[in-house]
């Protein structure tokens, strides 16, 4: 299942960020579109916990929907 999430970024700090967050978290397959502020997950994680995990960045993220 593939899950789109809205996450504030501006530059490419952010997107490492998002980047490391992710990797950590393990068992994720992402693309992060940084032009449109998306993140596209594909996981069997739990969206509350991809959205958890995204927010560590400290950046505003929301859930968009299943793509």
Known sequence: QKH?????MTCEGCSSAVTR???KLGGVQFDIDLPNKKV???SEHSVD???ETLKK????ATY????
């Open 4 to 8: 789109e999430f809205s996450v504030d």
């Open 21 to 23: 967050v992710l990797n």
């Open 40 to 42: 596209f997950i594909e």
């Open 49 to 51: 916990l991809l959205l």
């Open 57 to 60: 960045t400290g950046k505003n």
């Open 64 to 67: 968009v929907g299943v793509k």
